[in-house]
């Protein structure tokens, strides 16, 4: 059993000292919720925009590559991506698997610290794999559980996140509600996911710097 392709992911996984499998593919979310039920109910919090990551096709290449390859691109993009967090005043909730959760007080701060995450791990280059990050973003009320937040937002955000392709950040629109939309390129796209609410629009979005470097 332990040498079996899925093991061996797991285990390269858990070498790099991540809290638990992504929760983008395809056991991850399931995970995610059986998690959730069986730490109970909390107090909402304050509005947050939840942030979720994950590489896309990352479980083929590592299946290719050699254990030592995989631990150094794990640590690679779960470096540069947490710290652009960091800068962006985020904060890390977990990292699951080849990907992180986190959340932020400010949705134009997340927004731009998942546009600028997947640029940072769109640089880096492993004997030519180049990995490719994708990002979701979702505000609501999760329930906090000491450092952890539970809940349906929470699950929402993973989907939206899911949803996305390689290097794109896709919005609720609940998050994007937050924001003058006239800082970002938006893009409406088509969207239903199981879990998510019927109606619920995403959009993908990209924001616009101006000369200094700042979004507009």
């Known amino acids: 059993m332990g040498n079996q392709p899925s093991a061996r992911v797991a285990r390269l996984i858990e070498q790099a000292g991540v809290d638990r499998p992504s929760a983008l593919r395809e056991l991850g979310l399931t995970a995610v919720q059986v998690w959730q039920a069986v730490r109970g109910s909390a107090p909402a919090t304050a ?3 939840i942030l979720f990551t994950d590489l896309v096709g990352f479980s083929t290449w590592a299946l290719r590559a050699g254990d030592d390859q995989v631990l150094r691109l794990l640590g690679e993009v779960g470096q540069a991506s947490e710290t652009v967090i960091a800068r962006h005043g985020g904060t890390v909730v977990k990292s699951l698997g080849d990907g992180v959760m986190a ?3 400010d ?3 997340a ?5 600028e995450a997947c640029t940072a791990v769109s640089a880096i280059s492993l004997e030519g794999y180049r990995p490719q990050l994708r990002t979701g973003l979702h505000a609501g009320q999760p329930r906090r559980v000491g450092a952890d937040y539970l809940g349906v937002d929470v699950n929402i955000a993973a989907r939206v996140a899911g949803a996305a392709g390689g290097g794109e950040v896709l919005v609720s629109g609940p998050a994007l509600a937050n924001v003058d939309t006239d800082r970002y390129t938006v893009r409406r796209r088509r969207f239903r996911a199981k879990g998510a609410p019927r109606g619920l629009e995403v959009f993908a979005v990209v924001p616009r710097y101006g000369d200094d470097g700042a979004v507009r």
């Open 111 to 115: 927004i731009s610290a998942a546009y």
């Open 47 to 49: 509005e947050v925009t």
């Open 107 to 109: 949705t134009g701060r």
């Open 103 to 105: 959340v932020f007080a």
